[in-house]
């Protein structure tokens, strides 16, 4: 489990540190401020790879970055790095490092990054890879690592394991099924040639009475199946390396997820994080230790989905923003906010409105007005032009016409009054 990260000089900021909660960690603020790069920099530290472009100091200063890792019995231990200029890397010590558990890189690419403590941290073999790192090709059609197949990828994976009748078919049916949206479950069909010419039949989906090969279906449906293939993947893997080592399978899992809500209807980003959760449960056969999870995320859906579980005591919410030209990191904000809209003015997410641009600044003309502010925006001039805005951009029933109307009948009766 990753304790916490002090970056000094490099990415975000000048001087940022973020202590990881034990559970849930949700990761939220604008474009360009450093969520995925976070992500990035937990994953080195939790595998000591690099899952994409090295980190690099944001200045030509003394740049390092620190954190503690913690293992399943031991202290925290606290490792620091200083940039090397001369080699362009980030030393490490070489003593071993603590044993995190199973890391799963679920990244924006489409890609996905494993380590597994069986496999890249037992082993001794100078061949060991130091972690697997798919790209998104990689996902469905096998990985290669120094020449030697590591990884079949998910079509002829599930194809193997659902006609040889293998547990992992049996561990991805079920994950499959704690992953589906309960109004929209996704179950196996049988394996069927799909294109001419090809000598190997490809997995299938039931979609209601249709049959979908899942090289057909849509990128949010291909988006949750490679989740589900790699958790699958990831656990067998590793369960049947420890065994060849000898070695007591492990159970703890660290999952980095970035933007889960990629390609996903909102029926499905409301429910991706709890089900992920449940279908770790699922593979381990009974609930254990709960998995840290880090996720960086732009949807209120995917926060509000956190709302029936979040656990201050186990949980929190990371939040970045830019003040005066540098990056914010702020944690203890969570407060609950019951729907998404709220989530969507919250300081989370920041919009003033949960409207079209063209709405808010209707209103924000219609509120001037009432305020008797002058001179008005422009194309907002007079109580008639603000007027034909808002009728043509609110619908009947707005929260805000009783406000409006309320006040221009008001202004109208005082000038009645008058005359």
Known sequence: MLKYLHLTNVGLSPDVRVDWAPRLNLIAGDNGLGKSFL????WWALTRTWAGAVALPMTSKKASIEFAIKGKTAAPKVIASTYSKSDGSWPLPAARPVMPGIVVYIRIDGGFSVWDPARNYWRTDPSRPSAYHFK???VWNGLEVNGQRVCEGLERDWVNWQE?????FRALEKVLEVMSPPSEPLRAGQPQRVFIGEGRDRPTLLVGHRTVPVALASAGVRRVLALVYFLVWAWHE????AKLLGKKPEDRFVILFDEPETHLHPRWQRTVLPSMLKAIDELRGAPGTPPQVLVATHAPLVAASLEPFFDEALDDLIHLSLRNGQVNLEQGGWATQGDVTNWLVSETFGLEQARSMEAEKAIEAAE???REERPLPAGF???????AQLQKLLPAGDEFWPRWLVHTNAIKGATGARS
């Open 136 to 138: 998104a090709d990689e």
């Open 381 to 387: 001039e007079s109580k008639k032009a603000i007027h």
């Open 238 to 241: 590793h369960n049947v390396a």
């Open 164 to 168: 040889g009748r293998k547990p992992q």
């Open 368 to 370: 001037a007005f009432m």
């Open 39 to 42: 992500l990035d920099l937990a």
